[in-house]
T-cell receptor, first 111, second 114 residues
Framework: QKEVEQNSGPLSVPEGAIASLNCTYS??????FFWYRQYSGKSPELIMF????GDKEDGRFTAQLNKASQYVSLLIRDSQPSDSATYLC???????????FGKGTKLSVKP | DAGVTQSPTHLIKTRGQQVTLRCSPK?????VSWYQQALGQGPQFIFQ???????QRGNFPDRFSGHQFPNYSSELNVNALLLGDSALYLC?????????????FGEGSRLTVL
């Protein structure tokens, strides 16, 4: 079992819809969870992070964490074509560990 | 305020050669991590430097080595290059004193090994 698993997609949603991206992790000692966006040929860009159970909202983005079920999700409301990218989930083990990334989910928002 | 900067942006090497990649962290950042990202994959952790010492290391062979300088900049060295070393090499830095672990990435160095 991989440490961080994501559906590689592609996930296709129409413009204006809600895109839902999911991620599961295997290490129960993981403490912080991150979502990065990566456009083709570019480097990952931090969207947001979460470390407490529940929801965290930032503009059109909402991260959701459920430690008991070991999953973290990212919701993108009012999806725009400019949101089309690969979304990487990353998990940090403990308080000093580095980030472990999933393979990413490719999102395509159709006009 | 410059972000994380990396050089060179692209390079081509042949098998068996050696390569050095360079990274300058963002201002106010003191920890540098290096990642390898193969096409279609997520970034894989190589190692992390803090206070000029390697603090953590991922599952990479000794051909991969690094260094951090007193000004927090860092180098990644890869010896005896293999075709499988072709990838995007990402440097990421962390703010001084940050407890939450977020990393900020540079634009990467794309290495092609022929």
């Amino acid at each position: 079992q991989k440490e961080v698993e994501q559906n590689s997609g592609p996930l296709s949603v129409p413009e204006g819809a809600i895109a839902s991206l999911n991620c599961t992790y295997s290490d129960r000692g993981s403490q912080s969870f991150f979502w990065y966006r990566q456009y083709s040929g570019k480097s990952p860009e931090l969207i947001m992070f979460i470390y407490s159970n529940g929801d965290k909202e930032d503009g059109r983005f909402t991260a959701q964490l459920n430690k008991a079920s070991q999953y973290v999700s990212l919701l993108i409301r009012d999806s725009q074509p400019s949101d089309s990218a690969t979304y990487l989930c990353a998990v940090r083990r403990g308080s000093q560990g580095n980030l472990i990334f999933g393979k990413g989910t490719k999102l395509s928002v159709k006009p | 305020d410059a972000g994380v900067t990396q050089s060179p942006t692209h390079l081509i090497k042949t098998r068996g050669q050696q390569v050095t990649l360079r990274c300058s962290p963002k201002s106010g950042h003191d920890t540098v991590s290096w990642y390898q990202q193969a096409l279609g994959q997520g970034p894989q952790f190589i190692f992390q430097y803090y206070e000029e010492e390697e603090r953590q290391r991922g599952n990479f062979p000794d051909r991969f080595s690094g260094h951090q300088f007193p000004n927090y900049s860092s180098e990644l060295n890869v010896n005896a290059l293999l075709l499988g070393d072709s990838a995007l090499y990402l440097c990421a830095s962390r703010p001084r004193g940050a407890n939450t672990g977020e990393l900020f990435f540079g634009e990467g160095s794309r290495l092609t090994v022929l």
